[in-house]
């Protein structure tokens, strides 16, 4: 599985910004995908993830409530909807995949085995 993260930039608190990552591979469809973010100098954070099918989701506690992670198999894509962004959202956003059913409830970057490159998202306030 290979992956490309876009839709990162500069946006004011407040904001909203959706995040994509195209996934290339047969396999994707029966992957877990995720969202994790790194801020300068701070270990990489879980932010989502969803199963297979989109029924399942889990969410880091600092996103809760304000965003969305869903996918669209047709298109091999996961997103991130992130609404009402606060500057401490600043970092850089890495999707990850992993082919394995149980990563659904690892919140770590240990469950992971692929990665995309990342995208800057920044918050001013």
């Known amino acids: 599985v290979q992956l490309q993260a876009s839709g990162g930039g500069l946006v004011q608190a407040g904001d909203s910004l959706r995040l994509s990552c195209a996934a290339s591979g047969r396999t994707f469809s029966g992957s877990v995908m995720a969202w994790f973010r790194q801020a300068p100098g701070k270990e990489r954070e879980f932010v989502a993830n969803?199963?297979?099918?989109?029924?399942?989701?889990y969410y880091g506690e600092s996103v809760k409530g304000r965003f969305a992670i869903s996918r669209d198999n047709r298109k091999n894509t996961v997103y991130l909807q992130m609404n009402s962004l606060k500057p401490e959202d600043t970092a850089v956003y890495y999707c990850?995949?992993?082919?394995?059913?149980?990563?659904?409830?690892?919140?770590?970057?240990?469950?992971?085995?692929?990665w995309g490159q990342g995208t800057q998202v920044t918050v001013s306030s």
């Open positions: 969803v199963n297979w099918n989109g029924g399942s989701t």
């Open positions: 990850a995949a992993s082919l394995r059913p149980s990563s659904l409830v690892v919140l770590t970057v240990w469950g992971y085995d692929y």
